[in-house]
């Protein structure tokens, strides 16, 4: 019921207008900005934000064209009805999906790796970008820049509330309703599994899925793979091995030692990837694999396992893959509503069966 009302309340916001200025409000509460500077802003049509990695940024109110170098950040910018504002987009942002919810995604050029130079041609109005080296080398050559890069479901929520301070206006109110949609789903993951008890949680391993070769591409703790598994109930396999979104100098047979109980495999290549576990005689004694335990994670406008404008949703899948019986809402139903309310895009039954993977599911 929160969250109805929450969306309802966007809904409302955005047919009956936005009043007062959300970006100034979030400026103040955080003590970025002083009034005299707030009114100089004002009257040269600028206003100051501090990004991800703490830069203090002056940028146009006014934000018509966006350079995106990071794929995540092009999905969050669905999120926020914001697409057509796009002028360059990541080129792994491009899905089936993607191009359902903006066709015009077909014909954008990816410029994530283009120079300072390269950029200054195009020349939008703000670039987006997920490192400090990219941040400033756009900064010295004069555009507006900034870095929205985060890793967990915390600084998603913060990555989000900067992008519609940004932008302003209705997009506030829009990434206000994002982050209120994540608080839920933190909410409604811990009431209904606050039962279940820590022995009895599965171990997860999970799957880096771009090729059939290499069934050890993985991740380790503190990275938000490690979070979305434990906010769905299970122990991320490799959590102790290593941390951040890539392990190195961890062997097989370390990986193979935890014996992991459900195996999820992220990227284009899930399914081969799938049937390889199944086809290898290293992991065939490994319980995942004896018990047909191995999915392939969803792929919206991203992939959903990794840092996606879909990150509330991979938590719920998971929860509901992990606790069928136990979780009180149903994926579909939860996936239709959040496209259709954030990303604006109403899916079939055949293009959320698609997007779920349905037909890849044990």
């Keep these: 019921m929160k969250k109805e009302l929450l969306l309802t309340g966007l809904c409302l916001a955005l047919l009956a207008g936005c009043g007062g200025d959300p970006a100034a409000s979030q400026s103040q509460e955080n003590g970025e900005v002083s009034q005299s500077a707030q009114g100089s802003q004002e009257q040269t049509g600028t ?19 966006i350079a995106d170098t990071w794929s995540a950040a092009t999905d969050a910018l669905f999120n926020l009805g914001a697409a057509d504002k796009l002028v360059s987009a990541h080129s792994a942002a491009v899905s089936d999906v993607s191009l359902l919810v903006y066709p015009e995604m077909a014909n954008l050029e990816d410029y994530s790796k283009a120079t300072a130079e390269e950029m200054l041609k195009l020349n939008p109005d703000l670039v987006i970008v997920s490192n400090d080296d990219k941040f400033q080398e756009m900064q010295n050559a004069g555009l507006n820049a900034v870095n929205l890069m985060y890793n967990t479901y915390e600084k998603f929520q913060q990555s989000t509330l900067i992008m519609g301070e940004i932008l302003g206006d209705e997009y506030m109110e829009r990434a206000q309703a994002v982050v209120d949609y994540t608080d839920w789903v933190t909410e409604t993951l811990a009431n209904d599994l606050k039962d279940v008890a820590e022995e009895d949680k599965p171990v997860v391993y999970y799957v880096m899925g771009s090729s059939a070769d290499n069934l050890y591409s993985t991740c380790g703790g503190d990275s938000i793979i490690d979070e979305w598994v434990t906010m769905a109930g299970g122990k991320l396999a490799t959590a102790q091995l290593g941390s951040g979104m890539g392990l190195k100098d961890v062997s097989a047979e370390e990986i193979l030692a935890t014996n992991p109980d459900v195996i999820m495999i992220d990227g284009d290549a ?5 049937d390889a576990f199944y086809n290898s005689p290293e992991w065939s004694g490994i319980d995942a694999v004896k018990n047909g335990k191995i999915y392939c994670i969803p792929k919206g406008c991203f992939w959903w396992g990794r840092l996606c404008g879909d990150t509330p949703l991979q938590a719920l899948w998971a929860a509901s893959i992990l606790y069928p019986d136990q979780v009180s809402y149903d994926i579909r139903e939860e996936t239709a509503k959040y496209y259709s309310e954030f990303k604006q895009c109403d899916l079939t039954d055949e293009q959320l069966d698609a997007l779920l993977r349905v037909d890849l599911l044990p």
């Excluded at 206003?47 to 064209?65: F, K, Q, R, W, Y």
């Excluded at 899930?270 to 799938?274: D, K, Q």
């Design 270 to 274: 899930a399914a081969e990837v799938r």
């Design 47 to 65: 206003h100051t934000i501090v990004d991800m990695a703490g830069n203090e940024v002056t940028l146009p109110v006014e934000i018509n064209s």
